[in-house]
Nanobody, 124 residues
Framework: QLQLVESGGGLVQPGGSLRLSCADSGFTLDYYAIAWFRQAPGKEREGVSCISSSGGRTNYADSVKGRFTISRDNAKNTVYLQMNSLKPEDTAVYYC?????????????????WGQGTQVTVSS
């Protein structure tokens, strides 16, 4: 069974950048679409982005288009979320999740495997 682990969160100033990573040490992610979600306090979990197993298809929420980039390195069994021009409203716990298809919109109920999350805080 997949055991996804996120890393790379932290505290950053508005306008700054972070790169999140999602990896699995035991099983290959090659056959899975991977998505990033986020959940802020008191809000529903929001789909941020997803990438197909080949990396050929990506989707983004409107709120992050042009600022976030999802990518994957199957040789390293890792998926990345590069986050630039961060805003205070990007503050949330970010989760990665795995399923077979990267679809639009990115919906939480379509993903079967989840990581524990990493906190991203954007504040001056």
């Amino acid at each position: 069974q997949l055991q996804l682990v996120e890393s790379g969160g932290g505290l950053v100033q508005p306008g700054g950048s972070l790169r999140l990573s999602c990896a699995d040490s035991g099983f290959t992610l090659d056959y899975y679409a991977i998505a990033w979600f986020r959940q802020a306090p008191g809000k529903e979990r929001e789909g941020v982005s997803c990438i197909s197993s080949s990396g050929g298809r990506t989707n983004y929420a409107d709120s992050v288009k042009g600022r976030f980039t999802i990518s994957r390195d199957n040789a390293k069994n890792t998926v990345y979320l590069q986050m630039n021009s961060l805003k205070p409203e990007d503050t949330a716990v970010y989760y990665c999740a795995a399923d077979l298809i990267c679809d639009e919109p990115v919906l939480a109920n379509e993903y079967d495997y989840w990581g524990q999350g990493t906190q991203v805080t954007v504040s001056s």
